[in-house]
């Protein structure tokens, strides 16, 4: 379609508060199954979450702990079987449905199949998480709906690195000028902006004030045609959602958000 030819998602906090009701969950229960007792809050895991990976996070919160072992190695090696027991368990919550799709991801994903507009994933969760999730949602065929998947184990550094985006583009046969990504966190808008992308940007329960620069539009998410900045460029009493055209009106401006607060 005009202007766009491929979106690109990012997974946690873009397709689903996969952060604040399963992976923090899970991190919680790996620290009862192993004895510890750690307990992240709400509070807690909002500042860890700056730390982007789920064996960076535990590292991270370690560090700042008396409790914890002393030796570095013996922290990475508890970091692994933590992380290894928070995946299984994360993958056991969104196989029980417990953590749902944002509300209009599912009608833009079908959106783009219908107009012939691409979609990859670009991630640095891991791919077992993401497997979860979307087996869930779209079927064990899921990823026949993508035509590039880059998660956390296929690059070296981690958002806000842009390397996941630029395998993503290389994946598609892209380059970055027609395709848009999808992001919520800080983190994750420097990575595709670095890669060169457009950004839209959905608000999450865990980014849902911190300052974001550069995007073409930051609002409260595709299920609701409110609260953009800058505002749609047309009022559809049609729709409820965010759709391509919506989109494409953003990139057509190409008036970034210098900063939203
Ligand atoms: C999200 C992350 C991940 C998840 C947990 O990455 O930072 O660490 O919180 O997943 P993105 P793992 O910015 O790409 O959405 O435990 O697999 O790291």
Redesign the pocket.
């Known amino acids: 379609m005009a202007g766009i030819d491929a979106l690109l998602w990012?997974?946690?906090?873009v397709l689903a508060e996969t952060?604040r009701d399963g992976?923090r969950v899970a991190f919680n229960q790996a620290f009862e199954a192993l004895g510890l007792p750690w307990h992240w809050s709400e509070t807690r895991y909002g500042q860890l979450?700056h730390v982007?990976?789920?064996?960076e996070?535990l590292l991270a919160d370690m560090a700042a702990r008396a409790d914890a072992p002393a030796l570095a190695r013996d922290r990475e090696t508890l970091a692994r079987s933590l992380?290894a027991r928070?995946?299984a368990t994360y993958a056991d919550l969104v196989a029980n449905g417990t953590v749902a799709l944002r509300g209009g991801v599912l009608p833009l994903m079908q959106e783009c199949r219908a107009r012939g507009v691409r979609m990859g994933i670009a991630?640095?969760?891991?791919r077992a998480?993401v497997d979860a999730l979307l087996q869930r949602h779209l079927g064990a065929s899921w990823q026949d709906r993508f035509a590039a998947v880059v998660c956390?184990e296929d690059v070296r550094r981690?958002?806000p690195d842009p390397e996941?985006y630029l395998a993503a583009l290389r994946r598609l046969g892209e380059t970055a000028a027609r395709v848009v990504a999808i992001e919520d966190?800080p983190?994750?808008v420097a990575a595709a902006r670095a890669a060169g992308l457009a950004v839209l940007v959905t608000r999450s329960a865990y980014f849902a004030a911190d300052p974001v620069a550069g995007a073409i539009a930051v609002g409260p998410g595709l299920h609701d045609r409110r609260g953009w900045r800058p505002a749609l460029h047309r009022d559809d009493p049609g729709t409820w959602r965010i759709g391509l055209d919506d989109i494409a009106a953003w990139v057509e401006r190409r008036e970034t958000v210098a900063q939203h607060d």
């Open positions: 990012d997974v946690d906090g952060e992976h979450l982007t990976g789920g064996r996070r992380h928070k995946n991630s640095t969760t891991s998480n956390g981690k958002k996941v966190s983190a994750g």
